[in-house]
């Protein structure tokens, strides 16, 4: 009926133009586009770049950077994977490799860090999402490629580099000595912390709904009973396969829609259900907390919102990245490949997180990190050529971040005497206490914290 209404209304249109041409002596064709004038463009500055440049050049350097700079018309995460770029992907979906653990991104010809993977040595360092790198080995690399900085940051395990980081909100950059270490992408760790289980994701990569199936399930069999609650720790989980995110939200849901997809023709819409990787719910009702953060994307956003939406789970920490594209690699050789948008992905309740990122029911600013009020992150929205939210989103989501609020107004030296390290996973487990394993209600978690012992 849709498509039918659709060729009906076009046909109006043409019949109507049809009519104002014919009514006028004057009036001629409208020209047609010819996609050929703008090659001959192409064509003719190719010729001319390759006999007049002042150094010689090869073909495959003109044609690489041809295709990337048709690609950088897009959006921020379509682009041309040469052999390095597309060897990197891989390694990043089902690998390990020497490195320092950063998700970083190019702005206007500065290395800015997404978000440290947890535990990594760029983590441990102290490294912080919105950091710019602005040196390495006190070399500038500034106005490089980032193709040519990752690859300077990786390297042989054991290795050091110095890395210069500017920190907006410091009066002056500060060097960081890294050791490159054995980047692991297993994604999933888990721990049993005051009878409640606490389940860490770095990364969306193959096996990563199985393996938090396994966490679940070894939490359980430590404590031989189920636990107070689960806490899913996505911050700093820069996304990765959708088919995974699928899967993590499935283990903690009974029933339901997860995400659905919708690309060009917004009349195919692929929608994706729970009951598909694991029957019913494997928590087994128990509460659950989702620790976000700005550094949380893409596929981390499927999952928080997923559950978010279903009042699954109650989602705490700061507003997540807002990625809410979908892309496909595409091979076109035996090691090179496009890395194209095709789609953007709606949560259940039919939002979007593209530009507004997931809102957390409780904001929780990070007051163990000393740099917290100061730091400057980085979101979807401020990425140049971001793709808009098609369902709209207020400006006011993009600008406003976490307020100051009394609940949180913790001294360093409180939270030191008491060993509290971090601060928002402490706020979360306090929480779970507080509910003793009963179904979550918003009321019930918005009380004073206390200082655990």
Known sequence: MVIDMKKSV??????????????????????????????????????????????????????????????????????????????????????????????????????????????????????????????????????????????????????????????????????LLLTRAVIDLKPVRWEVKDKIGVITITGFSEETGEDVAAAIKGIDKQLGAKPLGYIVDLRSNPGGILDEAVKVSDAFLAKGEIVSERGRNKVVVNRWFAEKAFPGDLAGGKPVIVLVDAG????????????????????????????????????????????????????????SVQEGGIKPDINVPQITDPDYKKRITMRESDLRRHLVNDLAVEDKELESDLGEDPRFAMTTAQLEAKGIKDFQLHYAMETLERLGGKTMKLADVNAKPSVRN
């Open 10 to 175: 076009l046909f109006t249109a043409v019949a109507a133009m049809a009519a104002i041409v014919s009514s006028s002596a004057v009036a001629q064709s409208a020209p047609k586009e010819d996609p050929l004038k703008e090659m001959d463009e192409f064509i003719a500055v190719y010729k001319r770049v390759k006999a007049s440049y002042v150094d010689k050049i090869d073909d495959k350097q003109l044609m690489e950077g041809a295709i990337q700079g048709m690609l950088n018309t897009l959006d921020p995460h379509s682009a041309f994977l040469n052999k390095t770029d597309f060897q990197s992907l891989q390694t990043q979906i089902d690998g390990e490799y020497g490195g320092l653990g950063l998700s970083v991104t190019l702005e206007e010809g500065t290395v800015k860090v997404i978000a440290p993977t947890a535990d990594t040595p760029a983590d441990k360092a102290g490294v912080k999402s919105g950091d710019y790198i602005t040196h390495l080995d006190g070399e500038l690399i500034v106005g490089g490629t980032l193709d040519e900085a990752v690859n300077r940051m990786r390297g042989v395990p054991g290795t050091s580099i110095k890395v210069t980081i500017f920190r907006p909100g410091r009066d002056a950059p500060f060097d």
């Open 296 to 351: 949380s994307a893409s596929a981390s956003e499927i999952v928080a919102g997923a559950l978010q939406d279903h009042h699954r789970a109650l989602v705490m920490g700061e507003r997540s990245f807002g990625k809410g594209s979908v892309q496909n690699v595409l091979p076109l050789s035996r090691d090179t490949g496009l890395r194209l948008t095709i789609a953007r992905y709606h949560l259940p309740s039919g939002r």
